[in-house]
């Protein structure tokens, strides 16, 4: 069933961001930004915290969340342990939200138009797995790039 790979992916892939941010030698360090590193891993953890609470919590599961997408890269030092949570938060989200569908659920219509045109709900959560992906990757070229 693709929901349970979908559920295994955004876990595995959440625990993976939870790992990076505890792996940085000095909290500070994650939201620094140089050179031509645009967003620090704090403001992209906030970002991908942000992102599947509003397409997948508030969308799909119903709940009452707001998102501002603005704080997402203008709020800096939220502390590791804070980041850390609100994943955990996130992870406990998406199961339920997930759990609430079913196969002919994910050929449906995705409750809202994010792209140019509608898309299926299965789409979108494939869409979202493949962008905590990318920015994942971002934050550990970060950390290692910055916490040396």
């Known amino acids: 069933m693709i929901i349970d790979t979908l559920k295994l992916l955004f876990d595995r892939d ?7 941010i505890e792996l940085y030698h000095h909290e500070s360090n994650l939201w ?12 992209l953890c906030l970002h991908l915290i942000g992102n599947l609470n509003n397409f997948i919590g508030k969308e799909i599961g119903k709940t009452n969340y707001v998102r501002n997408r603005e704080l997402e890269f203008s709020l800096k030092n939220v502390s590791r342990a804070q980041l850390t949570m609100m994943l955990d938060e996130t992870m406990e989200t998406i199961n339920t939200s997930l759990d609430q569908l079913d196969e002919a659920s994910l050929k449906g219509e995705y ?3 994010v792209f140019d ?4 709900t299965e789409y979108m ?7 905590l992906s990318y920015h994942l990757g971002q934050v550990n070229y970060h950390r290692r790039l910055i916490d040396n």
């Open 111 to 113: 409750p809202i138009v």
């Open 14 to 20: 959440l625990n993976r961001l939870k790992k990076e």
């Open 117 to 120: 045109k509608k898309t299926t």
């Open 125 to 131: 959560l494939i869409h979202l797995t493949t962008h």
């Open 32 to 43: 620094k930004v140089e050179k031509s590193i645009a967003n620090s891993a704090g403001n």
